[in-house]
């Protein structure tokens, strides 16, 4: 209800990220909801997926979560994983801004 509630904030987006600091015994089923109920609250242009590494290192590796996120968002259209992956932060971190602005590395 509440991340609902948060969502309908137009200036608000969602990084989903190391849900595996929650629930040590994740599997690809117990993460399935959680992801997709950020997904279908903030839609793919305010979510985006983040590893949130090393801290995640500690209950994942990075590929697992990395995997489990492509297996996750697999029924989604090209554009809409593209979102989730990178177009989302990007945009919502300025990251065109910044490195045209020389404030990130070549």
């Not at 793919?44 to 979560?65: I, Q, Y």
């Amino acid at each position: 209800m509440w991340l609902r509630l948060l969502a309908q904030r137009d200036n608000v987006a969602v990084k989903i990220s190391d849900l595996v600091a929650y629930d040590h015994d994740w599997t690809l089923d117990s993460l399935r909801p959680v992801v997709l109920h950020c997904i279908d609250c903030f839609g793919t242009k305010r979510a985006m997926f983040g590893s949130d590494f090393p801290v995640a290192g500690l209950h994942a590796s990075f590929d697992e979560v990395y995997d489990s996120f492509k297996a996750i968002s697999a029924g989604l259209s090209a554009d809409e994983q593209a979102a989730l992956f990178f177009d989302t932060a990007r945009r919502i971190y300025r990251l065109d801004e910044l490195s045209s602005a020389g404030l990130l590395p070549a």
